[in-house]
């Protein structure tokens, strides 16, 4: 799946990192740059952009100002060296925040959270009904029955190897699917990956401790590439 890029940034070095990383992403490429918002507007009419880069800071319109006026924007991920600004851009429905100067793994992962929604809006499209259709649950497969399963009513999934075992409340469905494939069918905004082995409701959580996450009374572990993220998530909703 090729995912169309646009760099929005005033700051000709911070264009060439995000260049330069985009070229290690078969899949990713640039379609445009701007040294300002303003002129991003044009660009959004001409070409068919995916997702946006976007700096924060910048003359003239600021990058919250310029997705603010958006209607149906692109995904968005904020690129500033401005941490304070971090709540707000994620009020606005951006993907993730990069703090400058930032790493290609971390580059990495806030790509791959963009990748994963774009595939998830891909798949619903398709499979896209009548137009008043719900988008609240699925069907799963599973012991020769087809159950249908509200993502409300979801506590957690575990990863089984080549299975998953859905967790719900009173009741677990274990079915032939991928952890790959389930984050995909699962609205990113409420299910977050935690280990290699599980996926979690946000709603569902009751304590975070350690590396632990407690979800309906059961203890799960936070796996070490997911700690990083996971945290970074958390404290956004932090209370001061």
């Known amino acids: ?28 490429t640039i379609a445009a740059t701007c040294n300002e918002a303003i002129c991003a507007h044009k660009i959004l009419q001409e070409k068919s952009i995916d ?30 060296a401005y941490s304070e600004y971090a ?34 809006q891909k798949s619903a499209s398709q499979s896209k009904g009548p137009e008043n259709a719900p988008s609240d649950f699925l069907f799963i ?9 509200k993502f409300e009513d979801i506590f957690y999934i575990e990863g089984l190897g080549d299975y998953i075992k859905i967790h719900l409340k009173d009741s677990k469905l274990v079915t032939n699917l991928s952890m790959k494939k ?7 905004e409420y ?15 009751d304590a975070v401790e350690g590396n632990m996450v407690s979800v309906n009374g ?3 572990p936070i796996g070490n590439s997911y700690r990083s993220e996971f945290t970074e998530f958390i404290n956004r909703f932090l209370a001061d």
Not at 191 to 205: G, P, Q
């Open 51 to 80: 997702l946006i880069f976007l700096d924060i800071n910048m003359p003239k319109l600021s990058g919250i100002s310029f997705l603010r006026n958006l209607n149906n924007p692109p995904l968005v991920i904020f690129t500033t």
């Open 141 to 149: 497969k599973s012991n020769k029955k087809t159950f249908k399963v």
């Open 191 to 205: 299910f977050h990956r935690i280990h290699k082995s599980f996926i979690i409701s946000l709603d569902k959580i």
């Open 218 to 220: 059961n203890k799960l």
């Open 182 to 188: 389930m984050i995909n069918l699962l609205p990113g």
């Open 87 to 120: 709540l707000e851009g994620f009020e606005l429905n951006a993907i993730d925040y990069l703090k400058k100067p930032f790493s290609f793994e971390r580059f990495c992962k806030a790509y791959y959270r963009a990748e994963e929604q774009l595939l998830l």
């Open 1 to 28: 799946m090729e995912i169309k890029a646009l760099i929005i940034d005033d700051e000709p070095l911070a264009q060439d990192v995000i260049k330069q990383y985009a070229l290690k992403l078969p899949d990713l």
